[in-house]
């Protein structure tokens, strides 16, 4: 049985930091991601990375948040910097393995200006 479990979401200033974390249980996975949905807006992906290494970042965020992970214990990383309000969301962890996707159920990510 999958899980994922979030944490590390909370309220911060504009210009603070935050890092979550998602373990992962059940399986090993290809690549792990964090999404993000703000009120009124689609799910969209904000990081991924490879079993590999290899990551991406949507144009937003690129050169503030920092995707990584840990193999050895199954978790992946989202370590955000320079938050702005905009930032503000429920932050998902995805994992996909052999075609199959799987979510967190969501932590909070609340930026005040």
């Known amino acids: 049985q999958v899980q994922l479990v979030e944490s590390g979401g909370g309220l911060v200033q504009a210009g603070g930091s935050l890092r979550l974390s998602c373990a992962a249980s059940?399986?090993?996975?290809?690549?792990m991601a964090w999404y993000r949905q703000a009120p009124g807006k689609q799910r969209e992906l904000v990081a991924s990375?490879?079993?590999?290494?290899?990551?991406t970042y949507i144009d937003s965020v690129k050169g503030r948040f920092t995707i990584s992970r840990d193999n050895a214990k199954n978790t992946v990383y989202l370590e955000m910097n320079s938050l702005k309000p905009e930032d503000t969301g429920v932050y998902y962890c995805n994992a996909r393995v052999f075609g199959h996707s799987f979510w967190g159920q969501g932590t909070q990510v609340t930026i005040s200006s």
């Open positions: 990375v490879s079993s590999g290494g290899d990551t």
């Open positions: 059940g399986s090993r996975f290809s690549t």
